[in-house]
């Protein structure tokens, strides 16, 4: 069996089972535990699983502290946590009558849910979610770009997008980033959302990363440019000591979900 | 040319991962004093330690008349005549004024009974010599900082060093007692000892120095070989370059008043200091030693007695006689000193995290364990403070996370005032970003703050409004957007 004709079986057990067992694997395909876990390698590489103690995960669902006993449930409970922890502090940054860009995905997400406690704000965002839910706030205003709607998730892309994008700009970009390497280059797991994001950049007086504390120190192999492409970090107060300190040190502002404090908001 | 007396080569000294000394040359030329200053941090203090046998050069080489030296201890440098007052007071609390004075002859010259008379008389004719008004009998414990700093200064006088360096000595004293000291610095110059003066006071620069350096980030950036040069070029080479805007700030919106001091004073070192500090701020304070920041914030908390004006809170006139006044009125103060003044040494997390919200676990059968555990849980998790082990003991913990864990604990007992003196002096770096992330956790939920730093660039990147003290009292105020490191420095240095 070929290594392509293996990892797709992989990827569409991965989607079916949402979590896999390195002999399990083994077992069902015949080869090896090294091999397996050689392709999920690749594949992490590839930016569609994360590893684990004992095998993989999507890499959309993955959390801090994760392991193969956990349920499933109980991650995205965790990382769904963690995304409206980043997306409270995100708000803070917003300021009635803004208009802002949010790209597609979890976080942003959240964002957008958050926003219903302002007013004014315009979003310009290419995810399905966020529009739908900016809809559906009185007090705010979204403008959807066009395109083509991935496969694995809803959001627009393509040439289409990136030509309606340039017809705006905005006082602040909210993107995630799916991986901050050791390099500290900022990465995302496809190739148009790397060439949407490059586009906002230039339609966008401030850019702020939004950062899973586990995105830090991983590679989703497109990439967009340096750390100093984005002009804010937001991410977990979880994320790892040593990126936090890199940042800071380069010059960087960090912003992590600190939300200790329980005086009145 | 006369021969330098001493001369620095090239020295190099890894201090720690952030902070070196580099390449420094400097000379020291007889019957001089040779200035020198820059800002907190910049390695001055470092430098001169180095000279006096406390720490040893990474690289580099020292020569004294010429003759290579390496100089491995405090006794070698004593032997090749170098005498170094530092920057606290060291004196022996409960010998007599004469006896401090003379200790360093004492041991050599006149054995162990001491004639207390002789020596008294000696003194006395030292002090008339010098005019100095102390009584030589007295022990030093009766004296006041000042005066103290004159005892060390005649100590350092009568030790007959060819090479004497004061480290900030004029920090904390009066006028008087500057005059005192400057005419001891004369005295020393004229028997021909050579002088390392480090000071931030820039207006004592032309009334005793002669040459003067500028130290920036463990490097000298800048010299000059007379010192008439005005005070703002001597600022701006204290500065030198601005480093870019890294500060995570949220923007908040500032309310009421919650904090107001009028006319506050606590003699010797604050005079009629007044303040306000609203909602949702943050309050920068700075100064330099001995400008009486850290006097302030102690009366702010009830640990150091008023002498005079107000403290409200709101509109309430409040007095604090103890800290637990303080405590009681939602009044939080994260000390400078952590390890003495803040942790619970030896014990756990956890101990160290509620002990200032016990009442919120209080039920008729004593403390609740589980929801103990439960909200520390919650604290040390969301604030990032790792490991996250309740039951770890609080040494092991990195000085970072200690004082995450100090931040926490007052967050915990829901304070609304936090005083933080120096709270990220000497933190690591992921730490001070989850510091600077608390503040803002603080001000966005209601909570104020009162930072006191000597780090410009941590005031000017977190405060809504930066207040510098000096010489006891405001001298300036700045907002946000009008402060500049330039005129908190000078401002600083006016006195």
Not at chain 1, 211 to 225: H, K, M, P, Q, W
Not at chain 2, 485 to 494: A, N, Q
Request: charge should be negative.
């Amino acid at each position: 069996m070929f290594a392509t004709e293996r990892m797709n079986i992989i990827r569409g057990y991965l989607k079916e089972h949402k979590r896999l067992e390195v002999h399990t694997i083994s077992e069902l395909l015949n080869v090896s535990e090294v091999t397996v876990r050689r392709d999920l390698e690749r594949l992490e590489n590839d930016g569609f699983l994360q590893r684990i103690h004992g095998g993989a995960v999507p890499m959309e669902i993955e959390t801090v502290g994760i392991d193969i006993g956990q349920t499933q449930d109980d991650r995205s409970a965790e990382l769904r946590r963690q995304h409206d922890e980043i997306a409270r502090i995100a708000c803070l940054m917003i300021r009635d009558g803004d208009v802002v860009a949010l790209l597609s995905g979890a976080i942003n997400q959240a964002l957008a849910r958050c926003l219903s406690r302002r007013s004014r704000i315009t979003v310009l965002t290419n995810d399905i979610m966020i529009a739908m839910e900016i809809g559906t706030q009185s007090g705010n205003t979204a403008v959807l770009l066009g395109g083509s709607i991935a496969r694995d998730e809803p959001a627009l892309y393509g040439s289409l997008t990136l030509s309606n994008l340039r017809n705006y700009f905005v006082n602040r970009l909210f993107i995630e980033l799916d991986g901050v390497t050791d390099q500290l280059q900022l990465t995302v797991r496809s190739q148009e959302k790397a060439d949407l994001i490059r586009e906002a950049l230039s339609c966008a007086e401030e850019t702020v990363g939004l950062v899973e504390a586990l995105s830090f120190g991983r590679n989703a192999f497109y990439r967009l440019g340096p750390a100093t492409t984005v002009h804010k970090f937001i991410t977990s107060p979880l994320a790892s000591d040593e990126y936090k300190s890199r940042l800071f040190e380069s010059g960087l502002q960090v912003f992590t979900s600190v939300n200790t404090f329980e005086g009145d908001t | 040319m006369a021969q330098n007396l001493l001369e620095l080569n090239q020295i190099g000294k890894r201090l720690n991962n952030n902070f070196a000394l580099e390449n420094i040359s400097l000379d020291l030329r007889q019957g001089e004093v040779h200035f020198i200053t820059g800002e907190n941090g910049s390695g001055k203090s470092a430098l001169m330690k180095i000279i006096s046998g406390r720490f040893l050069p990474d690289s580099g080489s020292i020569s004294i008349d010429g003759q290579r030296v390496v100089i491995g201890s405090i006794n070698e440098a004593r032997r090749l005549g170098i005498v170094h007052q530092i920057q606290d007071v060291e004196l022996f609390e409960n010998l007599s004024v004469a006896e401090n004075v003379f200790f360093g002859h004492l041991r050599r010259g006149m054995g162990i009974f001491l004639n207390g008379l002789r020596l008294s008389r000696r003194c006395q004719c030292l002090f008339d010599h010098l005019g100095v008004d102390l009584n030589p009998t007295v022990p030093v414990s009766t004296l006041g900082y000042a005066q103290k700093l004159i005892v060390s200064a005649c100590a350092t006088f009568v030790a007959k060093g060819r090479i004497v360096i004061f480290d900030e000595p004029t920090a904390g004293m009066g006028e008087k007692e500057r005059e005192v000291f400057l005419r001891i610095v004369s005295g020393l110059r004229r028997r021909g000892a050579g002088i390392f003066y480090i000071s931030h006071r820039l207006e004592e620069i032309p009334l005793i120095g002669d040459r003067l350096t500028v130290m920036q980030q463990g490097r000298i950036n800048g010299h000059l070989e007379s010192v008439d040069a005005d005070r703002h070029t001597v600022i701006k080479m204290m500065i030198g370059h601005n480093c870019p805007e890294r500060y995570p700030r949220l923007a908040t919106t500032s309310g009421p008043t919650v904090l107001q001091v009028e006319h506050l004073s606590s003699a010797p070192a604050l005079v009629d200091v007044s303040l306000r500090l609203n909602q949702g701020e943050i309050l920068g304070l700075t100064g330099l030693m001995g400008s009486g920041r850290t006097r302030l914030a102690n009366c702010l908390f009830g640990v150091t007695r008023m002498d005079g004006g107000i403290i409200r809170l709101g509109n309430d006139k409040v007095e604090f006689r103890h800290p637990a006044d303080a405590l009681a009125h939602g009044i939080a103060m994260i000390p400078e000193d952590r390890a003495r003044n803040a942790i619970f040494d030896r014990q756990d997390a956890m101990s160290n995290l509620v002990s200032a919200a016990l009442e919120r676990f209080n039920t008729p059968a004593g403390l609740n364990p589980h929801y103990m555990e439960e909200l520390s849980n919650e604290y040390l998790k969301s604030f990032g403070i790792v490991p996250q082990s309740l039951y770890g003991l609080i040494n092991l913990f990195s000085g970072g996370n200690q004082q995450k864990i100090v931040i926490a604990r007052w967050m915990m007992s829901m304070a609304r005032i936090f005083i933080m003196d120096e709270p990220t002096r000497g933190i690591d770096a992921a730490a001070r970003v989850d510091i600077y992330n608390g503040m803002n956790d603080l001000v966005s939920k209601g909570a104020s703050i009162l930072l006191i730093s000597s780090d410009t660039e941590e005031l000017l990147g977190m405060c809504d409004r930066i207040l510098v003290l000096a010489g006891g009292s405001i001298a300036a105020e700045f907002s946000r957007q009008n402060a500049s490191k330039e005129k908190i420095l000078d401002s600083s240095t006016v006195t």
